[in-house]
């Protein structure tokens, strides 16, 4: 019954997209972050991410709308990923089992590239944060609740998607968590400005009941920039302090047992695989620093053993080791510029916005997309996470906020300016 | 209970797609139609109503009064 309504909304959508290309954009993003295909008895021959991407693609075509992605560092790393993430993929040591993840990847990030154009607008910025928190959101509002009446003793994992894991879900959860609060802050009506809030806390809980270190890491990182982002910190610092008190009275112990390990990490098998898997991957990422190994090159038992026997193959646990290793360092960097470009985007938008009451929501998502960028690289530095298109999302959705505002302050100044000429030029 | 929520944020989904189509059809720039519209700075009655970015009027118009024979005062 179930999978039934679920095709009938995904069908009823399908032709909303003929109507502004950035319907698509918004299906797309929606069917590759939450996946909810995936949640449903699939009986159909075709992939609804390709349906999607397909209509999206003949959507564009069409319309009179911009189709280049605008000229920005951003862009640019982009496109450099898509490029050397296919020459990793050609020179993988085993291409089969690299195809997947580069399948997903190629079109996670071409299909980045034609939505930063579309995103033009602050009712367009602002849908596309809706949607990347409610596909996102319906993990943390289930796994909050979940945890509520199981008392936490089950942890919260994923679903499906690249968030299967519940590492992954972890940090896709602490990257989304800021744009509620967000959506909480800049919704006009009470009882959507409360709904973002208690999926904020809801998210907050099923973060910390996945059971993920990293995830807890990521959290505390996250919590810490956005109090200190927030323009409202005594509301975000009850809040805090409620969630904190929340965690501390209801917790059981295997969850503080399980933190614990974190001071010692030297006793923890899987703390110690990673840290080993880590050598051998940084070993082999400068054997092969052009194109990489391929997509999980680190689980061929052949290529790990080639430079320590002793060492389980598994996935590297890193996202920057893992696109070094698996990508190669051209990849790398690419992936860096992402980040660097994004923090730097954000500071100026903020900086521009700065006491300009009518910018005060782009002021604000610039603040909180901070906090996820934070919240995103603290928890990337304990999982694989280096090729998920939801963290693509929010970049596009930061350089394009960027693009918004000096675009909409520049025609603002230079509308100034000309008045001023045209007075010059007034006989006295 | 699982289900139910899977499709209400489903239809949320799409709720987002309608008020974004609807919004830009009737040029509401801050989304004015539909339960997720977005925050609109309040204007504050205590302010002259200038374009300037303080809500002040800035230099630019007020040359444009002066040039237009007004007075440069409060209006």
Redo the contacts between chains.
Sequence with gaps: MRAYIFLLMFVSYLPLIFVTPFVGAMLWCWVSVMSPHEMTYDFLPFSYAAVVAGLFFLSILVSPERKFPPNTAVTWAMAGLLVFTTLAQISAFDPIMSYSRWDTTWKGLLLSLLTMPLLNSRLRIHAFVWIIVLSLGYFGLKGGIWTFMTGGVWSVGGVAGMIGDNNHLATALVLVLPLMVYLAFQSSQRIIRIGAAAMAFFTMVATLFTYSRGGMLALAACLSVLWWRSSKKAITGIGVLVFAVVAVQFAPDALWARFGTIQNYELDASATGRLDIWRVALTLASQHPLAGIGFHGTTLPALVGSIDQNVRPRAIHNSYIEVLTEAGVPAFLCHVTLYVATLFYLRRTRRLTRNLPDWKWAFELASMMQVSVVGFAVGSFFLSLGFYDGWWFVVITATALDLHVRESLGARSKELSSSASNFRTYPA | M??L???L??????Y??????I??RRG????EWG????????EDPKRPSGSG???RR?A?EL??QR?DGRSAGPR
């Design positions: 699982d289900t929520l899977f499709l944020f489903c239809l949320a989904i799409g987002v797609i309608i008020w974004v189509i919004n830009e509401n720039k801050n989304g339960i997720i519209a977005m925050r609109v700075a309040p970015p303080s809500g800035d630019f040359d444009d040039r």
